[in-house]
């Protein structure tokens, strides 16, 4: 098992250094969790995250609030999240954006796309009731590319009920030059996440300050 995540700030850590904070149910989230007692799984329900040492006593103090508001709140004080509203677009054709560009964010030509690498990992959520393979699981891609300019990094993350049906797809693409801000752009589909209506999503969340490349990108995108 991997060390559990912060939702604020993605450190990894030890059990006893984190908490995990369960928010006040959306509708969403109480049809998980009537589907998950129906079907006999328990699995990570969909309100409730890990929160290293620093962001939990904040996170608790937001508890009564929904996880989507508290996310915002947290995420708003840790830095300037910003949202920005895109033409709205299938999460797949966005993951492919994010990767086709990834040469041009760090000054690379095109063709060198293909010395990008892709790391894949399966992580099950394995349950009392459920094991592998047959509980949720959360498959991540990682393609990375390193140029001139920096380094880049494209996440595709589903969150799988099963090998048919995704809970949520997340696609992230992070640009970290070397004279420079990280910044990183993200887009969710799936229940209960804003802008999200079917495959295609309207939002996006910005964090940090894009670098010309990153922003020009950006500018296409939005409406
Ligand atoms: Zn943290």
């Given at each position: ?7 604020v700030?993605?450190?990894e850590?030890?059990?006893?250094d ?11 989230d109480?049809?998980w ?21 620093v ?13 989507d ?9 840790q ?13 797949d ?35 009392d009731?459920?094991q ?6 959360v ?10 300019l ?11 009920w099963?090998?048919?049906e ?11 030059p ?8 993200s ?6 996440f804003?802008?999200s ?16 490349a ?6 296409e995108?939005?409406?």
């Amino acid at each position: 098992m991997r060390p559990p995540e912060c939702a604020v700030c993605g450190d990894e850590f030890t059990a006893p250094d984190g908490r995990l904070v369960t928010f006040v149910e959306r509708d969403s989230d109480r049809q998980w969790r009537e589907r998950v007692a129906a079907e006999r799984m328990v699995g990570h329900p969909p309100n409730t995250e890990w929160f290293c040492r620093v962001h939990a006593p904040a996170a608790i103090e937001l508890a009564g609030e929904t996880i989507d508001v508290a996310m915002r709140a947290l995420t708003a004080t840790q830095s300037a999240v910003r949202q920005l509203a895109i033409a709205p677009r299938a999460i797949d054709e966005l993951l492919h954006l994010f990767r086709e560009r990834m040469p041009a964010l760090v000054g690379e030509p095109a063709a060198s796309a293909s010395r990008a690498r892709t790391t894949s990992d399966r992580r099950w959520t394995p349950t009392d009731g459920a094991q592998p393979p047959y509980c949720p699981y959360v498959d991540l891609d990682v393609t990375t590319l390193t140029g001139r300019l920096g380094s880049v990094e494209v996440r595709w993350e589903r969150a799988m009920w099963n090998d048919a049906e995704a809970a949520r797809r997340t696609a992230t693409l992070i640009v970290e030059p070397t004279l420079g801000e990280r910044c990183s752009a993200s887009a969710t589909v799936g229940d209960g996440f804003e802008g999200s209506a079917g495959d295609a999503t309207s939002v996006l969340l910005v964090l940090g300050t894009p670098g010309a490349a990153l922003q020009a990108l950006l500018d296409e995108l939005a409406v």
